[in-house]
């Protein structure tokens, strides 16, 4: 038999009186976790077309494109979704999404090139 959760009176409540699952214990982000594992598609950036306007930065909705002294270096894709954001606001069209299982199929040959 299960237990009836009563909560008619929910709006006296404190934050000690909610259920097991009703609260969230403490705030946080995805930075703890690597999200980016379902992403189907990955942005690649085209250095010589990006002159570093940061629009793609205000746009990504995962906090992914990595920016030092006002300048674009890398794009995080532990937590790239691949949404593809960037790519559709990037006025310079230096940012191509690019399906992923080629993209690390080419990262691997690169690998083996440096070998």
């Given at each position: 038999m299960s237990?009836?959760?009563k909560f008619s009176d929910i709006v006296k409540w404190g934050p000690g009186r909610h259920e097991p699952g009703a609260t969230i214990p403490e705030s946080g982000t995805a930075e703890q976790y690597e999200t980016g594992g379902w992403r189907t598609e990955r942005p690649i950036?085209?250095?010589?077309?990006?002159?570093d306007c940061m629009i793609c930065?205000?746009?990504?909705?995962?906090?992914?494109?990595?920016?030092?002294?006002?300048?674009?270096v890398d794009?995080?894709?532990?937590?790239?979704?691949?949404?593809?954001i960037c790519a559709q606001v990037c006025p310079r069209d230096a940012i191509e999404m690019k399906n992923e299982i080629?993209?690390?199929?080419?990262?691997?040959?690169?690998?083996e090139e440096k070998v």
């Open positions: 237990k009836k959760w950036r085209d250095r010589e077309k990006c002159n930065f205000f746009a990504c909705p995962d906090s992914s494109i990595r920016v030092e002294n006002g300048r674009l794009i995080d894709l532990k937590h790239c979704k691949g949404c593809g080629e993209a690390r199929m080419e990262e691997g040959k690169k690998e």
